[in-house]
């Protein structure tokens, strides 16, 4: 099955830097790939996803990027700002007919910015 | 408020028992995923319903089960508890079955087992 390796773990940046949590997926059939940020105790919510035929997704201050070749997709933040502070996860899914989701996450990594 | 409702929120139990958690979708969806979420292992993804069918199914133990019902609720059974089992369980739904175009996945607030 499909296996997402997430990278860093834990990631620290001043107020205003920019922020980068790398990916990496097992199944080159795999071509949905969202990015779920999860704050202190709350659930997690979508806040970017990108599709196989689109090599890059920007809105506002968050972009991905995804590189079929290597299967290696990006979050990019920019800006950052202490609201970002939370875990994000990546995600890849296989997308097949007969209504079979199956999204497989990455660890998780965890963002803190410090004003 | 995502829509979806989960309960109960916290549940304390003992090994060897067993626990039912329970999971309404958001209204319009078809779709219910099962996940779980312990410290090391992040999002584990269990199970997936789509209008009552499973669909899709991940690393769920044979101790596990789940249905989702006509009224399109679902449930999760949990058997046979061991300390193991203690992590945060979610729930999600979403329109359709499939990634896209409706793939967002809309998570409920989290059932906490802890087994002692």
């Known amino acids: 099955g499909e296996n997402v390796e997430q990278h860093p773990s834990t990631l620290s940046v001043q107020e205003g830097d920019s922020a980068v949590i790398k990916c990496t997926y097992s199944?080159?059939?795999?071509?949905?790939f969202p990015w779920y940020k999860q704050e202190l105790g709350k659930r997690p919510q979508l806040i970017i996803d990108i599709r196989s035929n689109v090599g890059e997704k920007k809105d506002q201050r968050i972009a991905v990027t995804l590189n079929k070749t290597a299967k290696h997709f990006s979050l990019h933040i920019t800006e950052t700002q202490p609201e970002d502070s939370a875990v994000y996860f990546c995600?890849?899914?296989?997308?097949?007919?007969?209504?079979?989701?199956?999204?497989?996450f990455g660890k998780g990594t965890l963002l803190t910015v410090n004003p | 408020d995502s829509g979806v409702t989960q309960t109960p929120k916290h549940l304390i139990t003992a090994t060897g028992q067993r626990v039912t958690l329970r999971c309404s979708p958001r209204s319009g969806d078809l779709s219910v995923y099962w996940y779980q979420q312990s410290l090391d292992q992040g999002l584990q993804f269990l199970i997936q319903?789509?209008?009552?069918?499973?669909?899709a199914k991940g690393n769920i133990l044979e101790r596990f089960s789940a249905q989702q019902f006509p009224d399109l609720h679902s449930e999760l059974n949990l058997s046979s508890l061991e300390l193991g089992d203690s992590a945060l369980y979610f729930c999600a739904s979403s329109r359709s079955g499939l990634p896209y175009p409706y793939g967002e996945l809309f998570f409920g607030e989290g059932s906490r087992l802890t087994v002692l």
């Open positions: 319903y789509y209008n009552g069918e499973e669909r």
């Open positions: 995600a890849a899914s296989v997308e097949s007919g007969g209504s079979n989701y199956k999204l497989t």
């Open positions: 199944d080159s059939a795999s071509n949905y």
